[in-house]
C-alpha cells in the first residue's frame, strides 16, 4: 500500500510564501518523477512543476523564477516553494509520484492541500 500525504499550504497574503512538503511511504521499490498539480476554483487540475529522480525540474510559464521544486530521495519526499504569491494561485494543491511497486510503475495522488492567497 502507498501513501501520498501533503502537508504545508495555508492562507498567505499577496507577495507571500509558503512550501508544500509532500511524502511517499508505503512498501515500493522506487520513486520516479514526482510533481505539484493544481486545481483553482471552476478550473481544470495543471501542472505546476516536475522533479525526476536525478534532479532535473519543469515549470509551468505562470510560476516560473517564483515557484522552486526540490526532492529529498533519501526521505521520499517533494518540496515546493512558492515565493511571491499572487491572487490566482488559490488553489487545492496535489502531488503526484509516479512509483515503482513490484512489477508496475504507476502514479498516485495525494488528498491535497488548499493554498488561499489573499490580497
Known amino acids: 500500500q502507498v501513501q501520498i500525504v501533503e502537508s504545508g499550504g495555508g492562507l498567505v497574503q499577496h507577495g507571500g510564501s509558503l512550501r508544500l512538503s509532500c511524502a511517499a511511504s508505503?512498501?515500493?521499490?522506487?520513486?520516479?518523477?514526482m510533481g505539484w498539480y493544481r486545481q483553482g476554483p471552476g478550473k481544470q487540475r495543471e501542472l505546476v512543476a516536475t522533479?525526476?529522480?536525478?534532479?532535473?525540474?519543469n515549470y509551468s510559464d505562470s510560476v516560473k523564477g517564483r515557484f522552486t521544486i526540490s526532492r529529498d530521495n533519501a526521505k521520499n519526499t517533494v518540496y515546493l516553494q512558492m515565493n511571491s504569491l499572487k491572487l490566482e494561485d488559490t488553489a487545492a494543491y496535489y502531488c503526484n509520484a509516479n512509483i515503482v511497486t513490484s512489477v508496475v510503475l504507476r502514479g498516485y495522488w495525494g488528498q491535497g492541500t488548499q493554498v488561499t492567497v489573499s490580497s
Open positions: 508505503g512498501r515500493f521499490f522506487s520513486i520516479r518523477a
Open positions: 522533479i525526476t529522480s536525478s534532479g532535473s525540474t
